[in-house]
């Protein structure tokens, strides 16, 4: 069961991993411990609460949930994404995502936990009929995330200088974002 929770953990935490590269990448040469700490914060925070509201709200609205969480994942990424492409492609690097912007962090730890909704549908599917049961695995599915999210964004900052001279980190980062909204959209439609 705990092995189970585990690589859950590992399966969500990868759209906040692969996010937290791009932050540290565009973080600069200035590595900011408080901004890190932050994101990989709200990331496992909205990775946690995202199960607990799925198995919340299964009883009334199962069926409208499953009907459009994908597309709202979908759109706040591509929306994200496209904004930082167009403005990558204009030579503007401030647009899109900025990881120093409280709004933004927000923004993409909905965006990258919407998919975890569906775990809380599975948990209330799969015979967990009381808040006591979930602790362990919302603890270990938030936790999860926040430890890749740190990994990501120390990989995004350490490598970020070499991938800058060769792309501008918006347009990577935007491909990126819109890319893992794609992945979203085709794994719940197909």
């Known amino acids: 069961m705990i092995l189970e929770w585990i690589l859950l953990s590992v399966?969500?935490?990868m759209d906040c991993f692969t996010v937290s590269v791009v932050a540290g990448m565009l973080a600069g040469k200035k590595r900011e411990a408080r901004i890190m700490l932050s994101l990989a914060f709200?990331?496992?925070?909205f990775q946690g609460l995202m199960p607990l509201l799925g198995w919340l709200l299964t009883s009334s609205f199962e069926q409208y949930i499953q009907a459009f969480d994908h597309w709202v994942a979908f759109a706040m990424l591509a929306i994200i994404g496209g904004k930082m492409l167009w403005d990558g492609?204009?030579?503007e690097e401030e647009g899109g995502i900025n990881p120093r912007k409280f709004s933004s962090r927000i923004v993409l730890a909905v965006a990258t936990s919407i998919d975890a909704?569906?775990?809380g549908i599975s948990f209330a599917c799969n015979g967990y009929d009381s808040l006591p049961m979930l602790w362990a695995p919302i603890g270990i599915i938030g936790l999860g995330s926040f430890i890749f999210s740190?990994?990501?964004y120390l990989i995004g900052h350490r490598f970020g200088a070499a991938v800058n001279k060769k792309i501008?980190?918006?347009?990577m980062g935007g491909l990126i974002l819109i890319g893992i909204g794609i992945k979203i959209l085709i794994e719940h439609l197909g």
């Open 11 to 13: 399966a969500l935490a």
């Open 42 to 45: 709200w990331f496992g925070l």
């Open 89 to 91: 492609i204009r030579g």
């Open 117 to 119: 909704l569906a775990v």
């Open 150 to 152: 740190v990994g990501g």
């Open 168 to 171: 501008r980190p918006s347009i």
